[in-house]
């Protein structure tokens, strides 16, 4: 039998920090979640090679005692927790009681700390996990840690590091993100040198995703506030005409963490439905505040997922909130005729550090021109004082003073304002002026040009006639002879057994043939001999996911499929009556801006705009 060995406490640090330290990114974000916990308000990351050769966190935040310098670099130290008790009730951000044992044991960190009470500060070095240096210093209020050299000492662990830029890039995005999670704290992220972006620390969440996403993202916000049942979610949701092709833009926060979930993304996604077209994802950024009871952050190693106590009611809460927060807007895109490239802020002045409190208060009080363009021009409400950045660091969206609605600038989008250009109102100003390539149609609104796609608008009338009378159990069945006759396994029998009215609503006529085999002797008419079977199971394994809540996608497809073959198509002429009908029964919709498959039904164009092409208006 092989000897059991003791390990020593070098060893065992080593092997704590594969669990912490995968990455330089993994080091960043402990020390910036430490510093936000010790109430930093202004946080300055530094980062060379990827930060494998060097992080440097510069915080203004409490500081660390002398006499307890020792102590936070021991395993499972913390001034986070006491007791076992603590962990059920855990609001900080960085609890890892190995986080500076585990990085202090791959390399080489520097830590210069000082607290408002002393005098001078402290400087203590740290190497492979033995200390080296402990000396009184000089220094500002607040925590440096300076780590050097990742990895020097585990060869293995470098060796599988990405390239520096990649490793750089990893950095660049949790500093994003942890930036966007914080809008009260005043960061500043330097790459190689260079200043990528900083934050004022002004508590403007949409002032933060004009530093990071440029101004064609942050003028296409929609704010977004909800609260029931104890839980409160704030943030910004983006307009169609921003929707991406992953799901890396759908940014959640849940009491101040970055997190993924699912089963948030199924219920913002589900809300935007009707906006999105196929494999495309929106942008939003969600501040959720949720009771530490209803949460099980312990589902991930690295808690970036976790689990919500009665998931099912959350989610329809989250879907039905984004959804009337979108159908509150007119959704109607603006056409440019003089497309201007898209900007991001570029970061030329000097930032305050962290310990230049004079030049903090400045940096709230004054904003850059470009921002200041973006939220004076057009702007209808008055912004609501900034508290300065001095006071005590809140991560808990509760106490978030996020911007109310801001006017847009002309272009790209119009906002929701008092009477709606699809409207019963408007629709008595319509001038129709003809049709286009057999497929457009013209109308002239006040100072607009309104293009109408007929097939979209159509499809969509469709549709929505379709869906009401599938909700309506109005669908009328086409009779299959001979019957198809489908063999179900246990687990599907008992999901069609239990979801047996909704294949009825649909327009399916089923009967039991014996054991496990079903006969299928009836379908949907506007289905008809468009692979009936297929539906069925594609139905059927979708409502065997537990998640699934609502009207299945499989089932939204194919009505939306049938409303596409039945519509009016693209170069047909229609009479002027028929436009007519047609914009009547569009203005009867709830939601008439965009076809079953995302596509725009109507765009605008404004006189503005055209009068810019011909050079009537020179800017």
Not at 108 to 118: A, C, L, Q, W
Not at 132 to 154: C, D, H, Q, S
Not at 322 to 349: C, F
Not at 516 to 527: H, K, Q
Request: aromatic share 8%; charged share 25%.
């Amino acid at each position: 039998m092989a000897e059991i060995n003791i390990l020593d406490h070098q060893t065992i640090d080593k092997i704590a920090a594969g669990e912490v330290v995968e990455r330089p990114a993994s080091v960043v974000k402990e020390l910036v979640e430490n510093a936000i916990d010790a109430g930093a308000d202004a946080i300055t990351v530094e980062i060379k090679d990827g930060g494998i050769s060097l992080i440097r966190v510069t915080d203004n935040g409490g500081g660390i005692e002398k006499s307890q310098v020792g102590n936070a670099f021991l395993r499972h130290a913390t001034s986070k927790i006491s007791s076992v008790q603590d962990l059920t009730s855990l609001v900080s951000l960085g609890f890892r009681g190995e986080a500076l044992a585990s990085i202090a044991a791959v390399s080489m960190v520097e830590m210069i700390s000082k607290t408002p009470e002393d005098l001078t500060g402290i400087r203590y070095v740290i190497e492979g996990g033995v200390p080296k240096e402990k000396e009184e210093i000089g220094a500002p209020t607040g925590t440096t840690m300076i780590v050097r050299n990742l990895f020097y000492n585990t060869p293995p662990r470098k060796k599988f590091l990405k390239q520096p830029q990649t490793e750089g890039s990893y950095v660049a995005d949790l500093m994003e993100h942890l930036a966007m999670s914080n809008p009260r704290v005043a960061f500043k992220f330097v790459f190689h040198g260079q200043t990528r972006f900083y934050t004022t620390g002004n508590n403007d969440l949409k002032e933060i995703i004009y530093r990071i996403y440029g101004r064609e993202i942050a003028k296409e916000l929609i704010p977004f506030e909800k609260e029931a049942d104890g839980v409160r979610v704030a943030g910004l949701l983006g307009k169609p005409v921003i929707n991406r092709s992953n799901r890396n833009y759908e940014i959640f926060y849940i009491n101040g963490r970055y997190i993924r979930s699912t089963l948030l993304s199924r219920a913002v996604e589900e809300g935007y439905r009707e906006y999105l077209m196929q494999h495309k994802f929106p942008f939003c950024v969600l501040h959720f505040q949720i009771d530490t009871d209803r949460l099980d952050v312990n589902v991930h190693p690295t808690k970036m997922e976790v689990r919500i106590a009665d998931g099912s009611s959350f989610y329809e809460a989250v879907k039905q909130a984004v959804y009337d927060t979108l159908h509150r807007q007119e959704m109607i895109p603006q056409a440019l005729l003089s497309e201007e490239p898209g900007e991001k802020q570029t970061v030329r002045q000097s930032v305050p550090e962290p310990f230049e409190h004079r030049r903090i208060q400045e940096a709230l009080s004054v904003r850059a021109p470009a921002i200041e363009e973006i939220y004076q021009k057009s702007r209808r409400t008055a912004e609501p004082a900034e508290k300065p950045a001095a006071e005590p660091v809140e991560t808990s969206v509760e106490r978030q003073n996020f911007s109310p609605s801001e006017g847009e600038p002309a272009g790209v989008q119009m906002e929701l304002f008092d009477d709606r250009l699809l409207s019963v109102k408007a629709r008595e100003q319509y001038e129709i002026l003809g049709q286009l390539f057999e497929t457009y149609w013209l109308i002239a609104y006040q100072d607009k040009l309104l293009i109408i796609d007929q097939h979209a608008a159509h499809e969509k009338v469709k549709y929505e006639r379709f869906m009401k009378r599938f909700y309506e159990h109005d669908i009328v069945s086409q009779a299959v002879n001979p019957p198809m006759v489908v063999t179900l396994n246990g687990k599907e029998r008992e999901c069609y057994l239990h979801h047996a009215q909704d294949f009825a609503a649909l327009g399916f006529v089923i009967e039991e043939f014996g054991g496990s085999d079903y006969a299928i002797r009836g379908v949907p008419m506007d289905l008809y001999g468009y692979e009936e079977e297929q539906f069925f199971y594609e139905i059927l394994d979708e409502l065997a996911e537990e998640s699934v809540t609502g009207t299945p996608e499989s089932i939204r497809i194919r009505i939306a499929t049938m409303a596409c073959k039945a519509a009016v198509k693209g170069n047909t002429r229609l009479s002027r009556e028929e436009v007519q009908k047609l914009i009547d029964e569009l203005l009867t919709l709830e939601n008439p801006y965009h076809c079953p498959h995302g596509r725009p039904t109507i765009i605008s164009m404004s006189k503005y705009e055209i009068e810019k092409k011909f050079k009537r208006i020179v800017t």
